[in-house]
């Protein structure tokens, strides 16, 4: 009688590192940069406005034109919007699982009045549910232009934009995701810095500078388009 053998089949090293806490940090961490960067060039973009229609249609032209001829027309900007969407995922994935495992590591209420998550932590998890809701709205809006409020014009940007901000719910709904947004990453650079080991006591306040710096011309730079739009600097 043949015994049976029983082979141990060892988790792979990816798996590992995404089922530890610090693992799960460092994706959160690397995905937040990601999105960042993008940010940044995002506002930089959305500046052109300011410039005119022609510059602004001919950038959101570019964005499409971007590899060509070495690769199809549109394909460049699809493979930036993959990898996007996957660093947004990850993200939101690694918060909620860390989120539920912080719950589940004290699942007795405090004793005293005291709340579970600081101020960072509840900023951080709303911001992101305000974030996530915003993108959606945002993608309907201007990108397919199922919700759009004006007649949506397909390859005029400039003028989708200006009909988005020239109604009050437009406005309220960009400018709320962009205050949230630059909470946001006024905590989450900090705690990108200290998940990649770059944090340390006498590197915290030069971070914290420049996590402040960052949200602050964030907020400000994609703020500065709806306000120009409501006062008439762009029409």
């Known amino acids: 009688m043949a015994l049976a053998t029983r082979t141990d089949r060892r988790p792979s090293m990816a798996r ?10 460092t994706v959160m961490a690397v995905s937040g940069l990601v999105m960042l960067l993008y940010l940044v060039a995002h506002m930089l973009g959305n500046l052109k406005i300011f410039f005119g229609p022609g510059d602004f249609n001919g950038y959101a032209h570019w964005l499409r034109t971007i590899g060509e001829p070495a690769v199809h027309h549109g394909w460049t900007l699809w493979g930036l919007r993959a990898v996007l969407v996957a660093s947004v995922v990850a993200h939101g994935v690694s918060a909620y699982q860390l989120s539920r495992r912080a719950i589940k590591a004290r699942p007795s ?127």
Not at 16 to 25: L, N, Q
Request: net charge positive; no cysteine; aromatic share 10%.
């Open 16 to 25: 590992t590192v995404w089922d530890s806490t610090v693992g799960k940090k």
């Open 109 to 235: 209420k405090y004793v005293h009045s005291r709340p579970r998550a600081g101020y960072a932590t509840r900023t951080m998890r709303w911001g992101g549910v305000i974030l996530g809701l915003f993108v959606v709205w945002h993608l309907l809006d201007l990108t397919t232009g199922t919700v759009h409020s004006g007649g949506f014009q397909e390859g005029h940007p400039y003028q989708n934009v200006v009909d988005t901000f020239s109604t009050w719910y437009g406005n309220v709904v960009y400018i709320t995701a962009m205050l949230a947004l630059g909470l946001h990453i006024r905590h989450g650079f900090r705690s990108a810095a200290q998940s990649l080991g770059v944090g340390s006591r006498s590197r915290d306040r030069a971070l914290k500078t420049v996590a402040n710096v960052l949200a602050l011309l964030l907020t400000a730079g994609f703020i500065a388009v709806p306000v120009s739009v409501m006062t008439g600097v762009v029409s």
